[in-house]
């Protein structure tokens, strides 16, 4: 088995990745977002451009 990070043989004591650095390489992914499983629930989308919407109103003006 492979590291799934850089591909390198994987170690037993970080299964399945190669070392600590690509464990937590992939830890950092699923923290920020890097992973994510689509969704097509009308709720899902609907609190999306909820959140979207709330984001640009708290923003603050740019200066021109």
Known sequence: MSCPICQKATDTNY???CS??????????WLGAGY???STDPEDI???IEQTL???QE???RPN
Request: glycine share 4%.
């Open 15 to 17: 299964r399945p990745f």
């Open 54 to 56: 709330r984001a640009l």
């Open 46 to 48: 609907e609190e999306a």
């Open 20 to 29: 600590k650095r690509c464990a937590d390489i992939d830890l950092g992914k």
């Open 36 to 38: 994510s499983v689509p």
């Open 59 to 61: 923003r603050p003006e």
